[in-house]
């Protein structure tokens, strides 16, 4: 326990003095308020550990302000202060939560040990709140962080669905967490030391989805000179995820139907059967009932997949969970930057609650990633996230570059901007690591200057 | 009496007839642990207007205040007294300071006898006065409550606890009052 601070209600100055007197020699912080009405303004401001309040006083009496102080200060313990005569008083005030009482004058003794039970008490009580806290909200689940109150249902909801085998469809924005969520259902799941295979159905064209998640025999197309497994075989055991699960033709939608109904396969150019066994997760941020009504999307398929929804919130329904979120990438990319930026400020905070989050997660990662990277101080302030207030720019070079160090920079800006400052997409189009990337930034002293007109 | 030295020097007031024999020992042995000039002021006669009628008993409090009025050139000014002292929350104290102040005092009162009232040596008696002395004289100097068993600056209101404490402050209390008495 920290800093020990006490609160002394007293009306009569000399009792006042004397008992804060002899509490500031035991070196704790104590403050006076010589009535009721004070005590209360003094409880607005901070908060009491521990509370000595006198019964009788003029203006409140000290029941009064105990009521009003179990409710505004629940976790200050207050112990009563009568006079000889009003020990009934202070008997009424123990069943409305006072924790003791003593009668003036008391026997120093006396004084000193109940100090010592109160503090004692007070710590058991903040460890026990603790502790709960912890069970009741965990803010880490997995990899997935979030205290909002929508993402600990998710979290229960995940711990239900995984023990189960049946097919999920998780559901929400771009960028909210549903890979992530995909692998804690994985992690809980009975089949968690099998593989966890992930595929975005979206980063393939067709003929090229269709060997990487069936596989294929030799000789199946022109170069197929291995035979290869695909994502579908290699989760035998463990599960599949498939993203962005609105992205697969019309044909393809009935070979994975088959899979998932008769658990067993074949590769492209092969006629075996191959058996399979996994657990199937699939994500989308598209509306699939607006697809099954376009002809896009096959019922049969999306009732096969949807046995289980999970519908993840967007960021901006869960601001409450920035902080934490922006907190934790702080830390994440300090790590991998080695820069020693340490706190986000007030400010930059504010501006974070203030935007909308389109990206959702994602979004707010790389925006942080990107400060940290650009940052010139310890504290992350409101002009490092400024770009987030600044439209987008386009592109447009007028002098050709003569060096290649000057290619390179205008090449690297040019796909920063154009990802938007995604440094892990930027990356992998420039085909370059993350961190020969931030040292590439930090060489052309990039960032993302908006340009009038 | 006015020892230019640039230590702080305590001086030592009876409050009450005393006689001559305690506040000396209490002056050799503040010397001798604080390493501090000390002097004898005098005596002083007991403040009526400090004596509580209903609990007769004498406040401590107001004791200090007109113990300053006592000398101006000593850091503090500790004083001596034989009558019953208190303050209003506690039902007695062996001893009272201002934390930081410049007084401080100490009553044999209940220092003379044992716990149960049985007599005890001189030698202890002459000890207890002395703890609670130096006690006292680590609040003027802004001492806090010690934790440490070992310390003077732990507070004791019983005469068993009193007297299981040797004349000594612990280390830390022991640095910060030299510290406190050099600036
Ligand atoms: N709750 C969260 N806690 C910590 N990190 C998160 C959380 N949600 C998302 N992220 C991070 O945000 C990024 C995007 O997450 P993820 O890929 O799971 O989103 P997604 O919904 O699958 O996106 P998309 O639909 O674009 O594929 C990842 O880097 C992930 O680590
Ligand atoms: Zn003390
Ligand atoms: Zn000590």
Redesign the pocket.
């Known amino acids: 326990m920290g800093h020990i601070r006490i609160l002394v209600v007293d009306d009569e100055l000399i009792v006042r003095e004397s008992l804060i007197g002899w509490l500031k020699k035991g070196g704790y912080d104590v403050d006076p308020a010589s009535s009721g009405m004070e005590a209360l303004k003094r409880l607005k401001e901070k908060e009491y550990d521990l509370i000595f309040l006198d019964i009788k006083m003029p203006d409140m009496s000290g029941i009064e302000v105990l009521k009003n102080l179990k409710e505004s200060s629940p976790n200050s313990l207050v112990v009563m202060i009568t006079a000889y005569g009003s020990v009934e008083t202070a008997v009424e005030a123990m069943k409305l939560g006072a924790s003791d009482y003593l009668m003036k004058p008391f026997e120093p003794e006396h004084l000193v040990l109940l100090v010592e039970k109160l503090l004692q008490q007070k710590k058991l009580i903040e460890e026990n709140l603790f502790l709960k806290e912890q069970v009741s909200k965990r803010t880490k689940y997995q ?4 205290s909002a109150s929508c ?1 600990q249902k998710l979290f229960e909801i995940i711990e239900e669905v995984a023990s189960v085998d049946s097919p999920v469809l998780i559901r ?10 995909a692998k804690a259902i994985h992690a809980k799941s009975p089949r968690r030391f099998g593989p966890f295979v992930a595929i ?1 159905c979206g980063a393939f064209p067709e003929s090229l989805l269709e060997t990487e998640l069936f596989g294929h025999e030799v000789g199946a197309f022109t170069g197929a000179i291995r035979a290869r497994k695909g994502r579908i075989e290699i989760a035998h055991g463990g599960t599949l995820f498939l ?2 699960i609105g992205e697969i033709p019309l044909k393809m939608q009935v070979d994975l139907l088959r899979v998932l109904e008769e658990k067993r396969f074949q590769r492209v150019g092969g006629r075996e059967y191959i058996p399979v066994d996994f657990r199937f997760i699939s ?1 989308t ?1 598209k509306n699939l009932e607006e697809e099954i009504r376009l002809g896009r999307f096959r019922k049969d398929f999306y009732f096969r997949l949807n046995v289980i929804e999970i519908q ?1 919130p967007p960021l901006r329904e869960r601001k409450e ?1 920035i902080s934490l ?1 922006a907190q ?1 990438f702080l830390q994440k990319f300090r790590r991998e930057t080695n820069k020693p930026v340490t706190t986000i400020s007030k400010d930059a905070l504010n501006l974070l609650y203030s935007y909308d989050w389109p990206g ?3 979004e707010l ?1 790389n925006a942080i990633e990107r400060a940290v990277v650009l940052a010139k101080s310890r504290i992350l302030t409101k002009e490092d996230f400024s770009f987030l207030l600044r439209p987008k720019l386009l592109e447009n070079q007028v002098d050709e570059p003569k060096s290649l160090e000057e290619v390179e920079r205008r090449h690297i800006e040019k796909i920063l901007n154009e990802t938007d400052w995604n440094i892990s997409r930027a990356a992998k189009i420039l085909g370059l690591n993350r961190t020969t990337l931030h040292a590439k930034i930090k060489k052309y002293g990039l960032s993302h200057h908006p340009r009038t007109n | 009496m006015d020892q230019q030295t640039n230590l702080p020097s305590i001086g030592i007031v009876s409050v009450g007839k005393l006689g001559n024999l305690i506040p000396r020992v209490v002056a050799a042995n503040i010397q001798g642990i604080l390493d501090v000039p000390v002097s004898i002021i005098g005596e002083i006669e007991i403040p009526e207007e400090t004596f509580i009628l209903e609990r007769r008993q004498y406040d401590a409090g107001l004791m200090l205040k007109i113990l300053e009025e006592v000398s101006t050139n000593h850091f503090c000014i500790l004083g001596v007294t034989y009558v019953d002292l208190c303050i209003p929350v506690f039902t007695y104290v062996f001893g009272e300071a201002q934390l930081g102040g410049r007084t401080a005092i100490v009553s044999t009162y209940r220092l003379q006898r044992g716990e149960l009232g049985e007599t005890i040596s001189e030698s202890v008696f002459y000890e207890r006065v002395v703890k609670v002395a130096l006690h006292e004289i680590g609040h003027v100097f802004s001492l806090y409550h010690c934790e440490n068993e070992y310390c003077l600056m732990r507070f004791s209101s019983k005469l068993g606890a009193l007297d299981s404490l040797p004349i000594l402050f612990c280390d830390r209390c022991l640095f910060l009052l030299k510290r406190l008495i050099r600036s």
């Open positions: 990899e997935l962080i979030g993402m929400g924005e771009t960028g909210t967490g549903k890979e992530l969520i975005n993203d962005e994500a941020h993840v969970d979120l934790h959702n997660v994602r990662e």
